[in-house]
């Protein structure tokens, strides 16, 4: 099938991708989404109060790490957008490039769960909630396997949290048991 933006070359007839009529911006939501977490992590590291004994490299070091980690996705993903790096790969089906918003909203919702729940149920299983939760909205259906990859991965970042930087991650209602 030809399409109105072919071109015709020496070696035959190439197709060019169709206009990108109804293309997702979701690239450029998400973009705006990991920027506003970054300068949000900015501001609390700029307000953090580090008691003066702390030692090197501090309780600012690993925050400073991911929100200069955000700053250079929220770029990327929005260099990615505008150059068009979202375009369909040759092969792939006909048809206008969309955004799979469900799997973004089911990833926001995810994230704001975590929030609320960080506290009071505590890392491990808001953690490994939160990870379960992405892991669908990517396209994952084997539940008990992502369960436990979550429950290991959240167990994991606990343990080089406590051990590794000397830092307690919330442990909610497990207080005393962990």
Do not use: C
């Not at 293309?23 to 992590?41: D, K, P, Q």
């Not at 260099?79 to 918003?101: C, I, L, M, Y």
């Not at 396997?145 to 994991?156: E, I, N, T």
């Amino acid at each position: 099938m030809r399409h109105e933006n072919s071109t015709d070359t020496a070696a035959g007839t190439t197709d060019a991708l169709p206009p990108r009529e109804g293309a997702g911006h979701s690239e450029l939501v998400m973009a705006g989404l990991v920027l506003a977490f970054a300068i949000y992590l900015t501001v609390g590291i700029a307000t953090m109060s580090v008691p003066p004994g702390a030692e090197s490299p501090g309780p600012k070091f690993f925050p400073t790490l991911l929100a200069g980690a955000l700053y250079a996705l929220a770029a990327l993903l929005t260099v990615q957008h505008f150059r068009g790096h979202a375009e369909r790969r040759p092969g792939a089906a006909d048809g206008p490039v969309r955004s799979n918003w469900r799997a973004m909203g089911t990833v926001l919702v995810a994230f704001t769960v975590f929030a609320v729940l960080l506290r009071p149920v505590g890392w491990i299983l808001s953690a490994t909630l939160l990870f379960w939760l992405v892991s669908r909205a990517l396209g994952s259906r084997r539940t008990l396997f992502d369960v436990g990859l979550a429950l290991v991965f959240a167990s994991a970042i606990q343990v080089a949290f406590s051990s590794g930087l000397g830092l307690n991650l919330p442990a909610g209602f497990l207080e005393g048991a962990l």
